[in-house]
């Protein structure tokens, strides 16, 4: 297993070891001793979530608040995305602070991301199947939608000319982290 280190330090990407041979590979796309070794923590996960997308949609950034806090383990079963999370924690030195990665089908990267950030995605293939563990059962009441353009990330810039984004009419929505402060609607301070 390899582990790539981002500017967040809870934020985890790893790589799983792949067998190959001549029939193809074998590789566990998920351990949970594995995983808990590497994060340092017991993870229950309770539900496995999965999304197909066209090139150029931004699904996020989204999470849910406690009691219904998440963390996800995520990963792309095929295509590429550049995947992003915002750390919406008021006591951590790096709230408000965003960290990426380019996931792949063929990088099999996995990417751990805690409770108290909110995570996204852009689709820079033409199609991507996205799949992901999350700690805590879906709870709309609790989700909070932040602003896919809080960050300074062109995420055009990824696409091709001439390719636009497509977002939900819920992201579209999607508030701006200060307005979240004021509202309480972030991870308190300590
Ligand atoms: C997340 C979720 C959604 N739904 C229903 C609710 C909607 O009727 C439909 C689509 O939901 P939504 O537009 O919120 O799907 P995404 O935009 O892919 O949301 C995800 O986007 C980012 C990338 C995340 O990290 C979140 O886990 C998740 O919120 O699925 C469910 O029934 N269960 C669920 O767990």
Known sequence: MNIVKLD??????????????????FFE????????????????FV?????VSKRGVVRGFHFQLPPMAQGKLVHVVRGEVLDVVVDVR?????????TSQLLTSDN????WIPEGFAHGFLVISEV?????????FYCPEKEVTLSYSC?????????????????????KMGEQLDVLVSSERVFAQN
Do not use: H
Not at 9 to 25: A, L, N, Q, S, T
Not at 47 to 51: G, I, K, R, T, V
């Open 8 to 25: 967040i330090p809870e934020i985890i990407v790893y790589e799983p070891k792949v067998f190959d041979d001549e029939r193809g590979c």
């Open 29 to 44: 796309s998920f351990n949970q001793k594995t995983l808990e070794g590497v994060i340092g923590r017991k993870l229950e």
């Open 47 to 51: 539900q496995d979530n999965y999304s």
């Open 90 to 98: 008021q006591s951590s030195p790096s709230f408000g602070r965003w």
């Open 108 to 111: 099999r990267k996995r990417m």
């Open 128 to 136: 991507a199947e996205f799949n992901y563990k999350v700690t805590n």
């Open 151 to 171: 960050i300074d990330l062109d995420w055009r810039r990824y696409l091709p000319i001439g390719v636009e984004l497509l977002v939900s009419d819920k992201d």
